[in-house]
């Protein structure tokens, strides 16, 4: 008994939520009506929180693989000033959406929403076009970039590695390059 009990204690939140929804209700339709205000509650304080910090941060919606339409959200930047770029990896890096329309614009809300072509990974990236000019096409994560205020990266993994002194940005093939000293 006391297995159980420590076994339910430890489930995540939002197993908690499911299986409350469905205890309450013990209707599938039902339950999912109840449980959408609840995440609806998280995704704000998830957004709240990250509106506290005190940089520049941009999210990307987690897109289904391949997927043609892109949104997000940047927070803490003036919606007027700053744009996002865009770039996909497909053998190497190409800017999105197109090479002569490079930036995408950031609603007053801090919401965009952009277009792209086939892709394996994502990396979307805050600038502010006066200080950064997007190469059409790159071999190392444009995250790296000078001029770059915040980057998110899709699907997440590492942009850069620090080695003998060195920071070394990720490559598309088996090299590597440095990109400063560390």
């Known amino acids: 008994m006391k297995l159980k009990s420590q076994h339910r204690s430890e489930k995540a939140v939002s197993g908690r939520l499911l299986n409350l929804a469905w205890m309450t209700t013990r209707s599938p339709l039902l339950g999912v009506f109840l449980l959408a205000p609840r995440l ?29 339409q892109l949104s997000g959200h940047a927070y803490n930047v003036n919606t007027s000033e700053i744009k996002v770029v865009i770039y996909a990896l497909t053998n190497q890096y190409y800017v999105q959406p197109y090479v002569d329309a490079p930036f995408t614009d950031i609603s007053s809300d801090g919401s965009w929403t952009s277009f792209t072509n086939p892709w394996s990974s994502l990396v979307v990236l805050l600038v502010d076009p006066v200080d950064y000019t997007p190469a059409a096409t790159e071999i190392t994560n444009p995250a790296l ?25 990720m490559g598309v093939g088996r090299t590597s390059y440095p990109v400063g000293l560390g």
């Open 145 to 169: 970039d000078l001029g770059v205020l915040a980057s998110t990266v899709y699907p997440s993994g590492p942009v850069s590695l620090n080695f003998s002194g060195f920071t070394w940005g």
């Open 40 to 68: 609806l509650v998280c995704s704000a304080v998830f957004a709240w929180s990250l509106a506290a910090q005190s940089g520049p941060v941009v999210t990307l919606n987690p897109p289904a693989p391949g997927a043609y």
